[in-house]
Structure formats: C-alpha cells, structure tokens
C-alpha cells in the first residue's frame, strides 16, 4: 500500500501548512481560544477562500468533493500549529451527517453555507454520565400536527457557542435519530465553557425546544452515525500526527538550547534516548493513521472493509502514542511545560482532548478488543491493484 502524499495533496499540505503558520506564531492557539470566537477568524477567512471548508461537501453543493486523504493532509498541517479551528467538528463531521441523513432541501439548506465557511454547525451526541455509544437520553416528541421537540441535556457540545445550527441526536419511540435545531430557538439554556484543551465547549439544555428530523426516507440513522463517527475518529488522527510531530520539534528545540550544569540538556544521552523513542512513535503513529485514511478511502471506493473497527484499531493505536508524547514532552520540558505561556503545553492539552474524543479511547479500546478485528492480520495490499 503507498502510504506517501501525490504531488497534488503534498501541494494542498503546504498550503494550508504556509497559510495556518502565518496565523499562529508562539503562542497562538492561547491567544486563539481566549478569543470571543474561540478560534483565529482571520485563519478561519483564509481556510475557507482556499476552499477547505467545501473539501468533504459533493461539488453541486459547492463543495470540492475530495477524499480522505485531503482530509487527512489539511488536518495534519493544521494539527503542525495547533490550530484552533473547527474544520472536523463544525464542517466535516456534519457534512457527513447532512449527506447521508438529510434530504435534497436539506442538503441544499447547509451545505453550501458550510462549503462556503459562512457557518459552523455544532453536533450534539455527547451526554453527561452516558456512554457515546449507548442510546441517547435526550427525547424527541411528535406532536398531532406532525411537530417535534427536544427534551434532555447534551455536554459537552464543542464551538456550539458559535454554531448556527445544531445536529441533536434523540430518541422518538425507541428509536434514534438526528434533529436539526435552530442555534436561536425556544427552550434552549446553553452554559459555556472549555474543554481540556481550553477550546470552547457547552452543555446545551432543551426543554420542548422545536426540532426538525434530519431523515430522508429509508436511511438508517444508527448507521449513518456510526459510519459518521468512525470517519470523525480516522480524521483526527491526521491533526494529532501534526501536533505530536510538532511537540517533538519543540522538545528537541528546547534540549538544544537550554543549559543545565554548563552544558546543554541534549549532551545527556538518557535525554536523547527519550527523545529518540518519541520520534519512533510519531513515526508508527503516523503510518497508521496513513493506513486508515488509506482504508477509509479504499472503503468509498467499495472495498468491504469493517470501517468502524478499522477506526477504533487505528485510534487506539494512536491514541496511545499521543498520550506518551504528551506525558514525555511536557517532562522533558521540566517545570516551564506545565505553564500555559509554553506552546508545547497547549500541544500537549490537545493531544490528551483528542483521546477523549468522539467517546474516547478506553471506549474505542473495549470494542476493539471485543471484535474480530484484532484476531484479523491488515492487508497491505487492500486497494493497491
């Protein structure tokens, strides 16, 4: 399987890689998610003019219709500086969801507005003290004239603070589905807050709050959430591949310069030895956040592959190497990586909010040790006739 970048998504990852550095010098993603907006709105203008905003939207919406692997190029080059900006969450993981959910009046209500980076919609799965992959507590109400509406507690909902819309999942007669939600409408108290990582984040409480199914006829909500997640849990690997790759820069940076005794800490060799085991890991994590991106794409062009155990493999893979490169980076950095004024703290505040993510990696760990997938040896030629 050639897991390297064509010409085209090597260009793509210095674009963004140029363009998201302009915005984010020393100490960006603080300044950034201090912010009323949670995210650099000049940074944000640029995304979307170069048409990153529209990469996972089908061209008769406006969008770019591009794959997997351009997904995972933007990612990572935005993952390189830490960036604050809600590409997965606010546009790619409801693109996804309107798509294989929505109707065609649907489709055509958000997704050029979401191609365009005119709006952000926040997606609202996750529930105090309940497991993400169990039924939602929140309930959906039909009324005799066909109405709905929302009863229950959703937190944390990331940037819903700047969402226009809200994808809510709920329950109606047993039954799990999505309801899109007016940001603005009746019966929504919202508390904001931050998330571990010091982006913004918000429990979201409906009380009769008026919704609208998100349902074309015949289309399995379950599945499509389930394929949506999985996609969401492959995608963030590119951005933690960038931010671990990153860390490590900086952590290298730092032993060259700072002094302890008279000399430089890289003249320790313990200190080399651990550097050398981080590079060792960003370097497996990176191959196989490749190899899924590769698979998820293999996937879109009809391979049986199981995507969602795919994802949790890769994920927990991942996950893993994110947390020993956070942990080892801010050691190595000593006392002054605890602080919020050094940039590898923000790296590492990331990388530990990533394994939470998208139900987490002790979740994702139960359910891949509980499926075939782990007696099963990866193909490497999977899509590479």
């Known amino acids: ?30 300044e950034a998610t201090s912010s009323e907006l949670g995210w650099d709105e000049g940074v944000w203008k640029t995304l979307a003019e170069l048409g990153l905003a529209g990469l996972t ?32 969450d606010g546009v790619f993981l409801p693109s996804w969801l309107i798509a294989g ?3 065609e009046e649907q489709a055509e209500q958000f997704l050029p507005a979401l191609a365009e980076g005119a709006t952000t919609i926040a997606v609202a799965h996750a529930e105090p ?15 005799g004239d066909g109405s709905v509406v929302l009863t229950g507690v959703k937190s944390p909902v990331r940037h819903a603070d700047q969402a226009s819309t809200l994808l809510v999942t709920a329950v109606e ?11 603005g409408a009746a019966g929504i108290a919202r508390t904001d807050g931050r998330s571990a990582d010091w982006s913004h984040a918000s429990q979201v409480e409906f009380a009769g709050t008026p919704a609208t199914p998100l349902a074309a006829a015949g289309v399995d909500a379950t599945t499509v959430l389930h394929t949506a997640f999985a996609r969401a849990r492959v995608a963030v690997l590119a951005e933690t591949v960038g931010l671990m790759e990153s860390a490590l820069a900086h952590t290298v940076e730092y032993l060259k310069n700072r002094k302890q005794f008279g000399v430089p800490l890289a003249t320790f060799q313990a ?6 085991d981080l590079y060792a890991r960003v370097e497996l994590a990176r191959s196989m956040a490749l190899w899924a991106t590769a698979t998820v794409e293999a996937a879109d062009g009809g391979a049986g592959v199981d995507l969602a ?20 980076a801010v050691q190595l950095h000593g006392g002054i990586g605890m602080t919020y004024e050094a940039e590898v703290a923000h790296h590492a505040a990331r990388l530990t909010a990533i394994t939470e993510s998208f139900g987490g990696i002790a979740a994702a760990r139960r359910r891949a040790v509980a499926s075939e997938s782990a007696l099963r040896v990866p193909s490497a030629l999977l899509n590479n006739a």
Not at 3 to 26: C, H, I, M, W
Not at 309 to 328: C, L, M, Q, R, Y
């Open 309 to 328: 155990a795919i994802a949790d493999d890769a994920f927990v893979f991942v996950g893993d190497a994110a947390t020993a490169v956070a942990e080892e």
């Open 57 to 88: 939207i089908s061209g008769e919406h406006g969008g770019a219709d591009a794959g997997p692997v351009e997904v995972y190029a933007t990612l990572e080059a935005l993952g390189k500086h830490a960036a604050a900006e809600p590409l997965l």
């Open 101 to 103: 959910l929505g109707t």
């Open 271 to 276: 200190l080399v030895h651990r550097a050398s």
């Open 1 to 30: 399987m050639n897991l390297d970048f064509n010409e085209d998504q090597k260009l793509l990852f210095d674009t963004v890689d140029s363009a998201v550095g302009r915005g984010y010098p020393a100490g960006g993603r603080a």
């Open 129 to 143: 003290g309940r497991p993400w992959g169990s039924a939602p507590s929140v309930t959906a109400s039909r009324s």
């Open 173 to 183: 007669g047993g039954t799990t589905g999505v309801y899109v939600v007016d940001a």
